[in-house]
């Protein structure tokens, strides 16, 4: 089960973290996403990074503002979110695959975390 926590209300340019725990499995043997959707929206991929951690990639709307990474040893997923804006504002959510690649698409993912919600007030 992955829960994911760290959203909340933030002022344009503001920052937040979020994390996404797992328990009763570890996460090590997973590729790790970020996706997030907005009502009447389809989930959209975010970030995405490798077992190891070592190799990431993020959609080119939260290139340079955005920064995925984890801690295998605590079992979480982390996503770093700076310069906020608007359009940012979304439930996040984590999810697990072991699909090799990069995958962005949300049937790809077997383990989905609940969601949590992140709204950025302009």
């Known amino acids: 089960q992955l829960q994911a926590c760290g959203g909340g209300l933030v002022q344009v340019g503001g920052s937040l973290r979020l994390s996404c725990t797992a328990s009763?499995?570890?996460?090590?043997?997973?590729?790790m996403a970020w996706f997030r959707q907005t009502p009447g929206q389809e989930r959209e991929f975010v970030a995405h990074?490798?077992?190891?951690?070592?190799?990431?990639y993020s959609t080119d709307s939260v290139k340079d503002r955005f920064t995925i990474s984890r801690d295998n040893a605590k079992n979480t997923l982390y996503l770093q979110m700076h310069s906020l804006k608007p359009e940012d504002t979304a439930v996040y959510y984590c999810?697990?695959?072991?699909?090799?690649?990069?995958?962005?698409?949300?049937?790809?993912?077997?383990?989905w975390g609940q969601g949590t919600q992140v709204t950025v007030s302009s």
């Open positions: 009763g499995r570890t996460i090590r043997p997973y590729y």
């Open positions: 990074i490798n077992r190891s951690g070592g190799t990431t």
């Open positions: 999810a697990a695959t072991t699909v090799v690649g990069v995958p962005t698409d949300t049937g790809q993912y077997r383990y």
